[in-house]
T-cell receptor
Framework: NAGVMQNPRHLVRRRGQEARLRCSPM?????VYWYRQLPEEGLKFMVY????????ESGMPKERFSAEFPKEGPSILRIQQVVRGDSAAYFC??????????????FGQGTRLTVV | QKEVEQNSGPLSVPEGAIASLNCTYS??????FFWYRQYSGKSPELIMS????GDKEDGRFTAQLNKASQYVSLLIRDSQPSDSATYLC????????????FGTGTKLQVIP
């Protein structure tokens, strides 16, 4: 059973370009979370999705950032017109249906975005 | 009040000692509690989960949960330098979606 897969592992973008980060959850997991982490800082929640639904996007900047988790395919975090301040590690986590104790979330290896 | 609170540390303990990491949460209806370890530059790794009051032991790790006081702790016995990392507490909020919410983490330094 493959773990949470994120790609690319490293992404370099020039200011003004678009960044697309992909996350394939573990098999059987229908909840996906995206987090951002700056160096030497904690995880900052961005968005929580289930298949075809955004459940909580309270941590996502109102502009330039969007996320989706389609019925088929990976979850995508999209950052338009990137700026240097977007440089960070972006982690995706997935968990099974939130029933009983089945809520353990597992992380992917992250995408390290560098904006030059 | 933050949903999940941890002391950021660093917490320094000598090698071989017991490291005690604490976490409090605000949602009285929370049902699931987790500890993650994150090495610098790496992704968080789940090390313990606990769902009922009391202690749960796994090797050198013991998770303790007290729902009445709304705190969860992690004890690391015989601490090793390789345990030096940031430890994240996570809690599943009550409600239909049971969103997992993280604290900001406690940095642990084990001194050889």
């Amino acid at each position: 059973n493959a773990g949470v897969m994120q790609n690319p592992r490293h992404l370099v973008r020039r200011r003004g370009q678009e960044a697309r980060l992909r996350c394939s959850p573990m098999k059987g997991h229908s909840h996906v979370y995206w987090y951002r982490q700056l160096p030497e800082e904690g995880l900052k929640f961005m968005v929580y999705l289930q298949k075809e639904n955004i459940i909580d996007e309270s941590g996502m900047p109102k502009e330039r950032f969007s996320a989706e988790f389609p019925k088929e395919g990976p979850s995508i975090l999209r950052i338009q017109q990137v700026v240097r301040g977007d440089s960070a590690a972006y982690f995706c986590a997935s968990s099974p249906r939130g029933t009983g104790g089945l809520t353990e979330a597992f992380f992917g290896q992250g995408t390290r975005l560098t904006v030059v | 009040q933050k949903e999940v609170e941890q002391n950021s540390g660093p917490l320094s303990v000598p090698e071989g000692a017991i490291a005690s990491l604490n976490c409090t949460y605000s949602d009285r209806g929370s049902q699931s509690f987790f500890w993650y370890r994150q090495y610098s530059g790496k992704s968080p790794e789940l090390i313990m989960s606990i769902y009922s009051n009391g202690d749960k032991e796994d090797g050198r790790f013991t998770a303790q949960l007290n729902k009445a006081s709304q705190y969860v702790s992690l004890l690391i016995r015989d601490s090793q330098p390789s345990d030096s990392a940031t430890y994240l507490c996570a809690v599943t909020l009550s409600g239909g979606y049971q969103k997992v919410t993280f604290g900001t983490g406690t940095k642990l330094q084990v001194i050889p």
